[in-house]
């Protein structure tokens, strides 16, 4: 039997562990110091001028070649290099020009020189490639200058001085894009482009508005004919001016555009069979605004989506190259308000082989006849077209494989011989056709 004695030991046992959880549970726990990074201040816009660049920059002992060459060491990989180019424009008397444009239109890169004449442009650009530098301003005559392997061989970094000769008929055009509502567009590709004939001027220039949707086109010709076009992005409809003249004194340029309306597409490539076709790829052209493109891919299961395509008219087309040229095209279609979910696009390829024999009225066989097969359906306004071709071998014979059922059109083409054409079956999925060709009396 348990004394009295125990039970108060035992009661102050339960105490003491209880006292020493309670001070272990409210003792404050340890809290690592979080990492404090550095934090840059946001530039001062105010203070920036894209247009500026310090002298020291752009001299010899301000570019790095070796800052460059690392650089392509880590581009490598990615089939591309960073080249730097710097220099000094002047006129003719020997003073610095500022504010020359300098672009490369191929990949959209440009800088302004400074009030020095200094200038400096990094370009990025695939290996196999090289820049060639426009330089353009009112006032001046352009320049354009190619910078060729041989320069590039050593390092990254090229020098290229140069002087622009003074000409009045070089004017300045200075405009602004926005939308319908009013609102400034940046980021818009703007293009002026010379179309005139015979006379030597491929001028053309590519630049893109500001974030107040502003934009300036250096060294345009006064009195010349130009192509203006602005490009923007799928949600609105694009501008084109193909009989752009400018003037002395042009007056500044706006440009409204209207917004679209979005339209997202799923559907189906089938066969004539109503069969899947798999990774089968069509080039999505917009009639309505005759801009915008896109490109579609059938999954494995014959599936595709297009979203965020503008409404209109649309065609879309496919080339092929493989064991001779093969072409598809659907037009008829309108895209409207309403969502599609479940659209149905119909390719000619199947599971059909037709291959055949050409030959003379000696049963002599004929080469290099060119064979061409065609085929349409119509589905309403609709029309699915398909056109292939290939040129028969040294026997005679020809092969076209892959080809959806129904009705085909064959003609048949070659040099010395009146042409044939003929509608062509399937009976079978292998078909073969011997065709004749006569020589005209």
Known sequence: MISKRHITSIALIIL???????????????????????????????????????PSIASPSGSSPHAIAQVQDDKQQTGSRQIEI??????????????????????????????????????????????TLH????????????????????QAVVEINLELEDNPDSVRLSGWVGNDAGIALAGVQIELTAVEPGNGDNFFLTVFTDADGNFDLEGAGVGKKHRLAVKPGPEYQGYEDNHFVVSRNPERISI?????????????????????????????????????????????????SLKNFPLGAINLTSRLTSGGAEYFRITGLTLTDNDYRNLILIIDKGYHQLSGWVSDEHGIGVAKAMVTMTARIQDAQVEYFSYRSQSTDQAGRFVFSSIGGGEHQLSVYANGFDNHTLLHRFDARYDQIELSLTRPN
């Open 86 to 131: 710097f220099g000094q424009v002047m006129d003719q008397q020997q003073q610095p020009i500022e504010n020359v444009l300098i672009t490369e239109d191929r990949y959209f890169a440009n800088a302004r020189s400074d009030a020095q004449g200094n200038y400096r442009i990094t370009l990025d650009l695939p290996r196999h490639r090289f820049p």
């Open 256 to 304: 409204v555009l209207n917004s679209l309306k979005l339209v997202d597409i799923d559907g189906m490539i089938l066969n004539p069979e109503a069969a899947p076709i798999a990774d089968f790829e069509l080039q999505v052209n917009n009639v309505t605004t005759g801009i915008h493109t896109r490109r579609i891919v059938s999954d494995a299961s014959g599936f595709f």
């Open 135 to 154: 330089f353009l301003r009112h006032g001046f005559s352009g320049k354009r200058v190619s910078v060729d392997k041989t320069q590039l061989q050593q």
């Open 16 to 54: 003491l562990a209880l006292a020493l959880y309670l001070m272990n549970a409210t003792r404050p726990i340890p809290q690592s110091s979080p990492t404090t990074l550095p934090m840059q201040s946001p530039p001062d816009t105010a203070a920036i001028d894209k247009n500026q660049i310090d």
